[in-house]
């Protein structure tokens, strides 16, 4: 299967490369749905949302103002991401706690002091002392070169091991789901927004939490990536 992605990104980058416009307008999307994706920790309604007319200075009176908030800092978290893609970056502790320093607003903004339980996933995060070394961890695993070229795989780890290692006291969610769509990216594939109901996404990332229902995260992730690749070629090339 990853041979799909490989032709796909082959393709994308052709058509880059012919209008150089495209990726701009691409990025815009993409913007678009990783703050999606990111919500959905957020709220139950977050893919009805209309977040392309909010960007672009549109009001929703039923959207709570703390949400107006986190789009307006996640804008501020995906220049940060695009610069670092840019100069080649991969994912490391200090672009999370930097990204976190945005969120929460707070410039010195770092792991969690406390012990907590994060009742969304029913899950009892490692101890606070912990969260260093384990991140560490699982950064060196995905990046290792015995770690196979599974990109989808090493993308769902890495949401699922920063939520079961939940290193900030806030925004640890949404900051899984973010830090997945910039390891698809500098994989030269497309972030994704994660179409799926709250309650059942929850439900899911529990189970895998556990042990259980890791194939079935595992098919919905590729199935999302592989489409999001389609559509977007689709698009380009009508465009062109």
Do not use: W
């Not at 957020?42 to 103002?65: C, F, M, S, V, W």
């Not at 107006?68 to 940060?80: D, G, T």
Request: aromatic content about 10%; glycine content about 4%.
């Amino acid at each position: 299967m990853q041979s799909e992605f490989v032709i796909m990104k082959h393709q994308l980058a052709d058509l880059f490369k012919e209008n150089r416009d495209l990726r701009k307008a691409v990025r815009e999307v993409n913007k678009v749905d990783m703050i999606r994706g990111s919500m959905i920790i957020r709220n139950t309604r977050h893919d009805i949302i209309a977040i392309d007319r909010i960007l672009e200075g549109e009001l929703q009176k039923d959207i709570p103002i703390g949400d107006y908030v986190f789009i307006q800092n996640f804008c501020s978290v995906l220049e940060m991401a695009y610069s670092n893609l840019e100069m080649g970056n991969s994912l490391d502790k200090n672009l999370l706690v930097r990204a976190y320093r945005i969120l929460a607003e707070d410039p010195n903004g770092s792991f969690r002091k406390s012990n907590p339980v994060v009742y969304a996933f029913n899950h009892v995060p490692p101890h606070r002392t912990d969260i260093d070394g384990l991140l560490t961890d699982v950064l060196r695993r995905v990046y290792s070169s015995e770690a196979g070229n599974n990109v989808v795989m090493k993308a769902m780890y890495i949401h699922n091991k920063i939520i079961d290692i939940y290193p900030f006291d806030d925004f640890s969610g949404e900051l899984a789901v973010f830090a997945m769509n910039y390891y698809l990216m500098g994989e030269d594939l497309m972030p994704v927004s994660l179409p799926i109901e709250r309650q059942e996404y929850l439900d899911l990332v529990a189970a895998c939490l556990k042990g259980s229902r890791q194939d079935e995260f595992y098919e919905f992730l590729y199935k999302t990536i592989s489409d999001k690749m389609q559509r977007t070629i689709t698009a380009c090339s009508e465009v062109i």
